[in-house]
């Protein structure tokens, strides 16, 4: 069975630029989690979808940061005008249900790069 | 905010060796997890735990819910050189559902 796909794998981009994240999550997990890693801060969530709808989005840093989720199988996270700061590795993880929402499939993430 | 104490930090070991590791809170948590992370990877579940005081072990690992649901730790038997990577608990809130992150222990194994 194919897992959490994600792309791009990396991403090299100039501040500024638009960035838009891509996930396809496991078919028939109801949650989809978008979270991003650096060494400092480690793992942050940052929004979370429901039945494609959002949640939580009290950990998307600012408005610079979008995530949508158009259908059951398919969600963007997008960064506009992207800046050096947002440079991390950004992963989307889904879930099967309320009861098992700790148990997380991963993506392979986005390291993204913002010059 | 909420915070989990992992540690240690980091742990250089001899293959063969057992491992140990730990996660604690000043929060009552519902669900304890264990997540291990190799470079270039997402994070993959190795035990899920969701009573207090259960004991569960997968292959070598062994995962414990603490009695006071503050803590809990994870140990590795027999280390072998596929073990090294970082270990990531993780504790859920019964309230919403999110989880808290360690900061994570990183496995190394000396040749």
């Known amino acids: 069975d194919a897992g959490v796909i994600q792309s791009p794998r990396h991403e090299v981009t100039e501040m500024g630029q638009e960035v838009t994240l891509r996930c396809k999550p496991i078919s028939g997990h109801d949650y989809l989690f978008w979270y991003r890693q650096t060494m400092m801060r480690g793992l942050e969530l940052l929004i979370y979808f429901n039945n494609n709808v959002p949640i939580d989005d009290s950990g998307m840093p600012e408005d610079r940061f979008s995530a949508k989720m158009p259908n059951a199988s398919f969600s963007t996270l997008k960064i506009q005008p992207s800046e050096p700061r947002d440079s991390a590795v950004y992963f989307c993880?889904?879930?099967?249900?309320?009861?098992?929402?700790?148990?997380?499939?991963f993506g392979e993430g986005s390291r993204l790069t913002v010059l | 905010g909420q915070q989990l104490n992992q540690s240690p930090q980091s742990m250089f070991i001899q293959e063969g060796e057992d491992v140990s590791m730990n996660c604690t809170s000043s929060s009552i948590f519902n669900t304890w997890l264990w997540y291990k992370q190799e470079p270039g990877e997402g994070p993959v579940l190795l035990i899920a735990l969701y009573k207090a005081g259960e004991l569960t072990s997968n292959g070598r690992l062994t995962a414990q819910f603490g009695i006071t649901r503050k803590d809990s730790f994870l140990n590795i038997s027999a280390s072998i050189p596929s073990d090294v990577g970082i270990y990531f608990c993780a504790g859920q809130l019964r309230s919403n559902y999110q989880l808290i992150w360690g900061a994570g222990t990183k496995l190394i194994i000396k040749p």
């Open positions: 993880a889904s879930s099967l249900s309320l009861t098992r929402a700790g148990e997380l499939f």
